[in-house]
């Protein structure tokens, strides 16, 4: 068996319906214990193939497959579901809906249960796989009082005492913190070697020393590349890039050098690496670090004088003072003691990790939730001939905000309508409805799908619909919380210059995110919240150097600060 | 909408088996409804009462909590009844109060009484076995004593879970739709209609994270073996079958002795 490998796909295809095939004649080989990336843009089949490896597709949900997969030698779609899924179990992206059970106990339990193991030797087993992820304390507790990132634990544990020898991690962090992130990547790291991972993943900075190869799919299902790690990076970058794949910070970096010329041997792929390296080879030494400083000062510490908008600092458009909020049945303040302003033209980051009243706080600046004196939200109406407080009844004209998720805020049935409803409530003549429409449909690249139902969307066109229908209606500030989240690299910058651009132009944006490298690439102020305290206010580029503040609060800095910062000793010498 | 919560306690009554419990409770009530007199539901209640302080150690204040929403429609029904009873059928009509074609009796007042206290007998044993059952185990318990089909089993108790989740998510659509400009009423007729706009958001997410879990439970070899084994011990033990004995005497005697001092009336005559 250890030549042919634990999983083998010949010429495997697979279609939903007959006609666009969704894979296209995938041939590859897996060993035992080897641990794969899958790396591919939104939508190019990473998650179907998945479920085609545990007989899922098609014999749960219907479809025509051709070739073969051959799982331990058993075909994945004539075995039955139960018989595979003993050898490859799945954690899946939302960790809301892969419980069946109440209790963390029950839950691990559950597949144990299934497979008919004797009550007697449940208990032993149920502990010892929630020691492996470091959750033994959490036995008897209900998993909604869980944080994401242990309810993805808890998800592992409840594998790791099926005891299946194939694991299968479907963007396993996409909805977590960078706190969750950390935990769940350290717990991948530590599993035991003879387990074969299959791992989705886009935030490879903190997976990329897991991997001994990648797999690479484009969007028409197709494989484009299936190497080692490091030769993988060398030389596919550029594909990758093309596709709106997100790449490790290090190897962007690597590959840059490599381009004007310095090559350094091994292709370093993470910090600690990337570090010999530069202990090693003294004479590349200055140039290298030219090279970095350069990268750093594009997308992380900004010079000041690289903010064109208009951020005037005398006139404050939000002001929030001794704000505090209590949830009606809890009994811990959610939000306690903030005070600070917003000026007109800010762009403003708002981080911290989940739980820690970022929304919250997002929805008592455009009043969904009253507040109470001393608690004091200001908002400014600036348009006003005389420069003023805000009415009640203007805050939501001048603030408009895009839900984390944006099926929430849908209203119409088709995109165009679902743009021009803002637009209609407010009142403006038909003309001037079908010009900014249209408008916004070309910017946001909608213009095709202007008669779809926004249900009917793809995840990442439904976040820019969502945000088009918001921007549409040219508010004085925008408040965006995760706008970026599961969207790909070229998505997500495009989305960002559009902002840049509204923000050069006089609006004031508010932005909320668990993704740091947006943070420091583009805000120019930040607060972030701990607990429910604002832990710091002040500006973007000075945060990286509260050292104590970025780790109490449990946020990372950019990667390639860190090496930057930790290099620099070297390059002076 | 959480009229009725479990509580989480170490009690005789938590520990009885969930569908002993259920059955008990429905022969009782089920026997009840044919008292027409206002003393044996009364009775029976205040049993309930004791049983779920002393037996269940839920205090009285949560069981009141979860009864007060529901008191005005019990007053109401009460009112109700107590209007409408039809003193024809009296033997003797005492009149207490007469108001155009409204005469309300003796009698009337008697048989709104028992209608209130029947519904509010009702309620507290509802109370009595949702509060001191613990969700999984009434599942299990039906699976394993009343052979259930675990597969609707199971889905129940994912559905259990969901309920929260999709009240949350209720509220996420009420505010982005306000934040969009939307006008929101308040009032009955709003609700309604805003419900059926929220419908289609909310059957998708509920849908798709439906077929999520059904996805994950599958891969999880559920019904990989036409027969499962258990982690939770539901067995049918002996505080249950003691339970079952003192809750059923008790019940007899307390029978018996409604019908010795002639207070008990079966069945729908005429009240004395």
Known sequence: MANSGIIKLTNFSFSYDGKNKILKNITLKINKGERILVLGPSGCGKSTLTLCLNGIIPQLIKGKVE???????????????SSLSQHIGIVFQDPESQFCMLTVKDEIAFG????????????????SSLEKVDLLPYYEWMLNRLSGGMKQRVSLASLLAM?????IFDEPTSNLDPKGTREVSEIITKLPKDKTLIIIEHKLDEFIDIFDRILLIDNRGRVVAFDYTKEFFLNYQQQIKKMGVWLPQISKYIYKLYKSGIKLDNFPLNKEEAKKAFEKNTNIRQQSFAVLKQEIS?????????????????QCIVKVENLCHKFRQSNKYALENINFTVNKGDFLGIVGNNGSGKTTLAKLIISLYPTKLPSKITIYNPNSSKYREAKKDEILEL??????????????????KEIAYGLKVKGCDALSISKKTDEMLKIMGLEKLKDTNPFNLSQGQKRKLSVASILVMDHEIVILDEPTFGLDYITTTNLMNLLVRLNKKGTTVIIITHDMNIIFKYTRNLLVLKNGNLAFSGSTR???NEKEIIKSSDLGVPLLYELYSEVSSYAIL | MQFFEYFERDSVLHRINPSIKLILIIILVFTITFAYDPYTPFIFSILAIIQITLL??????????MILPLSFILAGITVTSIISYNTALEEVSNIILSWKTIQITTGSIKFGLTIGFRISCFLLYSILFVATTDPTDFILSLIVQLRLNPKIGYSTLVGYRFIPLLSTEYQNIYDAHKIRGAKEKSGVIAKIKRFKKYAVPLMVIAARKAQRVAIAMSSKCFCAYPKRTYFRDVRVRKIDIMYTILFTALSIIIFALLIKFNILNWGYRSLR
Request: aromatic share 8%.
């Open chain 1, 67 to 81: 070739g073969t997969i051959l799982v331990k030698g058993m075909s994945a779609a004539d075995t039955p579901i």
């Open chain 1, 399 to 416: 603030i408009g905000f895009v839900f984390q998720n944006p099926e929430h805020q849908f209203v119409e049935d088709s995109v165009y």
């Open chain 2, 56 to 65: 269940g150690k839920i205090p009285v204040k949560q069981i009141f909590k």
């Open chain 1, 163 to 167: 005891d299946q020898e194939i694991l």
């Open chain 1, 542 to 544: 000075k945060f990286l």
């Open chain 1, 298 to 314: 594009k997308d992380i510490c900004r010079p000041a004088g690289s903010y064109k908008g208009s951020c005037n600092p005398d």
């Open chain 1, 112 to 127: 144990l249960e299934n497979l008919m193991i004797a009550r007697k030797n449940m208990e032993e087993k149920i502990k």
